[in-house]
Every structure is written in C-alpha cells, then in structure tokens.
Antibody
Framework: EMQLVESGGGLVQPGGSLRLSCVASGFTFSNYAIHWVRQAPGKGLEYVSAISSNGLSTYYANSVKGRFTISRDNSKNTLYLQMGSLRAEDMAVYYC????????????????WGQGTLVTVSS | EIVLMQSPGTLSLSPGERATLSCRASQSVSSSFLAWYQQKPGQAPRLLIYGASSRATGIPDRFSGSGSGTDFTLTISRLEPEDFAVYYC?????????FGQGTKLEIK
C-alpha cells in the first residue's frame, strides 16, 4: 500500500525554524518528484515546493523562496522541508504529495497525498 | 500568474442530482493541464481528474471533466452521499502552479 507520512510539525515562534519530514513507502520513491502543498486553517490549497526524482531540480512558490529549502534522501525514502524565518502566514497543514508521472515525465500535480502535519506560528 | 476562479462558491444539491462545477482561468491553460481534487473535512485532497478530462486511478465514472482554454467543468452525474465535499481545480502548466479557491458541495 502506498503511504506518505509527514512529521515534524508543531508550535514555533515567528522568525523561528522547523524541519518537516515525509517518509514514503509502497512505491519506488527515487522514481518520483515529490511536492509540498500547504493549507492554512479554513483556507484553500497552496503549492509550496517541489523536488525532482534525483534531487537536482527544485521549485518554490514566491511566498517561501529564500526561506524554505526542499531536499530528499532517496536511500531513506524521505523528503524534507527546512523552513526558516517563519511568519504567521506560514501557519498551515503541510502535505507531502507524490507527483503524477507518465512516460518518464513528472508533472506539477499530485496523485497521492499524506495526511499532513500542522505548523503553528505564534508567540 | 494564472488565476483560477471557481464557481459557484457553494452548491446545494440533493443525492441523486447532477452537479456542475466551473473553473475559469485568467489566461489559456494550454495542453489542458488542468486537474480537479476532492477534499473532505479532516482529510487530504484526492486527485479526481487530470488533463482536464482523464479520471485518476479508482475514480468512479460518475465524475467527468471537460473544457479547454480558459473554461473547465467538473460534472458529477448522480450525487452519492460521499460526494459532498470541497472541490478544487489546479493548473499545472505554468509556474506558479495555482489552485482555485474551491467550491463547497453541500447537501440540500
């Protein structure tokens, strides 16, 4: 069974840092791009970041560029999101999601999702 | 940036009825790089439709997508109780890869 399990969320003060993790199982992790998508409480979805299957290519939304860093360890089937200079507007549930891939190409849409981890930014 | 506007904001229907949800883009989404997701309370989103009209794995055939250019539609032919949820469209053609604000489908 395919699974994505996020962890690392919690309460952090404005300006602080946090690292999220996402452990994958049930598919060949190293074959897929993986994404982070977030959802502020009661709000819609925002695509935050992505990393290619080999880790060489990354994408960041303008709202997090320069503050967040995405990385992966294919030997551990794990995705990371290092978040810094956190702001109140970063407070959200953060989902990791697998890219839909077909014919050797991965697209910026998300076919399987984890259950999310909540990041709260507050003093 | 491609802005996606979904309408209506809330749709009130009864089980067995047909639902039509709209997603309009501020500029053309070429190659129909448009997806639809369903999200139920407390759950992660689920991919329903990609490429504007292709159903994702395991999605019942009562869900269908159509459209091209700037106008896209998600149709649920006959509503089941489990279909009442929030639906989002997303364009994945060009950065930033944006979502619509969502349509809430509620039981009338």
């Amino acid at each position: 069974e395919m699974q994505l399990v996020e962890s690392g969320g919690g309460l952090v003060q404005p300006g602080g840092s946090l690292r999220l993790s996402c452990v994958a199982s049930g598919f060949t992790f190293s074959n897929y791009a993986i994404h982070w998508v977030r959802q502020a409480p009661g709000k819609g979805l925002e695509y935050v970041s992505a990393i290619s299957s080999n880790g060489l290519s990354t994408y960041y939304a303008n709202s997090v560029k320069g503050r967040f860093t995405i990385s992966r360890d294919n030997s551990k089937n794990t995705l990371y999101l290092q978040m810094g200079s956190l702001r109140a507007e970063d407070m959200a549930v953060y989902y990791c999601a697998r890219a839909y891939c077909s014919g050797g190409t991965c697209y910026h849409l998300h076919d399987y999702w984890g259950q999310g981890t909540l990041v709260t930014v507050s003093s | 940036e491609i802005v996606l506007m979904q309408s209506p904001g809330t749709l009130s229907l009864s089980p067995g009825e047909r639902a039509t949800l709209s997603c309009r883009a501020s500029q053309s989404v070429s190659s129909s790089f448009l997806a639809w997701y369903q999200q139920k309370p407390g759950q992660a989103p689920r991919l329903l439709i990609y490429g504007a009209s292709s159903r994702a794995t395991g999605i019942p055939d009562r869900f269908s997508g159509s459209g091209s250019g700037t106008d896209f539609t998600l149709t649920i032919s006959r509503l089941e109780p489990e279909d009442f949820a929030v639906y989002y469209c997303q364009q994945y053609e060009s950065s930033p890869y944006t979502f619509g604000q969502g349509t809430k489908l509620e039981i009338k």
